[in-house]
């Protein structure tokens, strides 16, 4: 019974990544006809979802094969929450520090994708190294999107074309995962 309750917790969590990555990069395409407020909206709330299903897949993992792994990327993954969610309460205004922050989180994103690639249990399955591996990917773009921002002086919330399609290698990458979780089911 513990065994399927771990089982559907981490399903639980995968589709909660997967649907919070959907909101963000809904958030940071500039195609479709959403007020600023509305793009901040699904961007702020993507996130918090995302939050939440990242923190209930790394419970269920197998911490015991290699906790410093699973403590490593989760510390990074707090790290980076922390430190932007602090910058919003604090409602600061700087533009070029919060998008240096958010340059900041997608570089270490991709260190905990990078972490979690040196596992040999993200190699069993197809799924997981190609999914981790487009969440890596994904990151990068964005970050480098992210510099694009500060070379241009633009706002955090002007995305550009690097920050979308990161956004969304990130949630094909994400789909991925929760593919691979519920055939794993099977």
Same mark, same amino acid.
């Given at each position: 019974? #513990? #065994?399927?309750? +771990?089982?559907i917790k981490r399903k639980i969590g995968f589709a909660s990544l997967?649907?919070?990555k959907v909101m963000?990069?809904?958030g940071?395409?500039?195609?479709f006809c959403f007020s600023s407020t509305t793009q901040d909206q699904l961007?702020?709330?993507g996130s918090l979802i995302q939050t939440g299903g990242g923190a209930l897949i790394l419970d269920q993992m197998n911490a015991q094969e290699n906790p410093v792994l699973y403590e490593e990327v989760l510390m990074l993954n707090m790290i980076g929450y922390g430190v932007f969610a602090f910058s919003l309460l604090q409602d600061i205004e700087d533009n070029i520090l919060l998008i240096r922050q958010a340059l900041s989180s997608n570089l270490r994103d991709?260190?905990? +994708?990078?972490i979690f690639l040196t596992d040999r249990g993200t190699w069993e399955s197809p799924g997981s190294w190609i999914g981790t591996m487009m969440l890596a990917t994904g990151h990068?773009?964005?970050a480098l999107g992210r510099n694009r921002q500060l #070379?241009?002086? +633009?706002?955090?919330? #002007?995305?550009?074309s690097w920050i979308t399609a990161g956004s969304w290698i990130e949630t094909g990458g994400a789909f991925a995962l929760l593919l691979q979780s519920l055939a794993d089911s099977r």
């Open positions: 019974m #513990e #065994e399927w309750n +771990a089982a997967t649907i919070g963000s990069s809904l940071k395409t500039p195609g961007i702020y709330s991709v260190v905990g +994708a990078l990068f773009v964005q #070379e241009s002086g +633009a706002a955090l919330n #002007e995305v550009n």
